[in-house]
């Protein structure tokens, strides 16, 4: 089972300005969201996303299994497209696999990431990096105790702005 977090950010880390907003990520960040998200067969997300998303009319995102983390309860309005789990980053693996997916697609926020990486459960990590700087906003992943060490797989132009770099994560 290998999981991938892929993120849109600015060049200075932040994934959402302060009140949630990251519709300023470019076209092509999102084709391969959705590119990836669809390979993998899942989405894995925090409450926080899971309202952003609602907000914008994403969620629930289609073709995958989405699964939304949170230790409230949230009804279930989509059927058996979606999971509401306060399950444990590890125990949320270990029910992709058992459901028979080979590939976990981690889609944030900042939160969610920080608790998987935390656990040593995230393998490989696409960064798109869009033109933008601000002062204030949600992190890549929250300010907590931890440190990993990536390798680089690639780097690619997406267009005239925005870079993606692809890093496996070295397991400790
Ligand atoms: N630029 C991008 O590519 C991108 C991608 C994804 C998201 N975003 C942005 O990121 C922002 C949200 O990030 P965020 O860090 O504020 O929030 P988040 O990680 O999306 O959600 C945090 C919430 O998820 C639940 N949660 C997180 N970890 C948990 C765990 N281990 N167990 C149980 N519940 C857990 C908790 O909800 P409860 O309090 O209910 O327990 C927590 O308050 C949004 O604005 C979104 O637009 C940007």
């Known amino acids: 089972m290998k ?9 200075n880390g ?11 990520t470019s076209e092509e960040d999102l084709k391969g ?22 907000k914008s009319d994403y969620f629930p995102f289609p073709d995958v299994l989405n699964l939304v983390v949170s230790h409230k309860q949230i009804e279930n309005k989509w059927g058996d497209k979606v999971i509401i789990t306060n399950n444990t980053p590890k125990e949320i693996i270990k029910m992709l696999e058992q459901k028979g997916f080979t590939t976990a697609f981690l889609a944030g926020g900042g939160q969610l990431n920080t ?5 040593n459960l995230i393998d490989e990590i696409y960064i798109d990096i869009e033109p933008l700087v601000f002062g204030k906003g949600i992190k890549i992943f929250d300010e907590k105790d931890f440190e990993f060490e990536l390798e680089l797989l690639n780097i690619k132009k997406l267009n005239t702005n925005t870079i993606q770099i692809h890093y496996k994560v070295i397991k400790v």
């Open 33 to 54: 969201f959705y590119e990836q998200s669809k390979n993998a067969g899942n989405i894995i997300m925090g409450k926080n996303t899971y309202i952003a998303a609602s």
């Open 3 to 11: 999981t991938i977090l892929y993120m849109g950010i600015s060049i």
């Open 14 to 24: 932040y994934i959402a300005k302060m009140d949630g907003d990251s519709e300023w």
């Open 115 to 119: 608790s998987f990486i935390k656990e």
